[in-house]
């Protein structure tokens, strides 16, 4: 089983940046298309970045599209999610995981607020 540590986020104003990133365990990552999801309070937890296994494709919700980057070190175990332009609409807690299901156990997430 893969267990995932998110860290990175933090407090920024409007308009700032912030880097996350996260840490898998277990020697089959590579193997795997992963995800950055976001659950902002009262909401549903959505996925906003999607990379394939290689690092070669990429996608992105429409709101974070542009602004957001994916990107992953499959030697390092790590998947990253550059954050530019931050609104205070993503004030969040973000988590990555698989790209789809079946899912592993999340991890603890690491909390984003963009201050206005």
């Known amino acids: 089983q893969v267990q995932l540590v998110e860290s990175g986020g933090g407090l920024v104003q409007a308009g700032g940046s912030l880097r996350l990133s996260c840490v898998a365990s277990?020697?089959?990552?590579?193997?795997?298309?992963m995800g950055w999801f976001r659950q902002a309070p009262g909401k549903e937890r959505e996925l906003v970045a999607h990379?394939?296994?290689?690092?070669?494709?990429?996608s992105y919700a429409d709101s974070v599209k542009g602004r957001f980057t994916i990107s992953r070190d499959n030697a390092k175990n790590t998947v990253y999610l550059q954050m530019n332009s931050l609104k205070p609409e993503d004030t969040a807690d973000y988590y990555c995981?698989?790209?789809?299901?079946?899912?592993?156990?999340w991890g603890q997430g690491t909390q984003v607020t963009v201050s206005s």
């Open positions: 995981n698989r790209g789809g299901t079946p899912y592993f156990d």
């Open positions: 277990g020697r089959t990552f590579s193997s795997y298309n």
């Open positions: 990379i394939s296994w290689s690092g070669v494709s990429t």
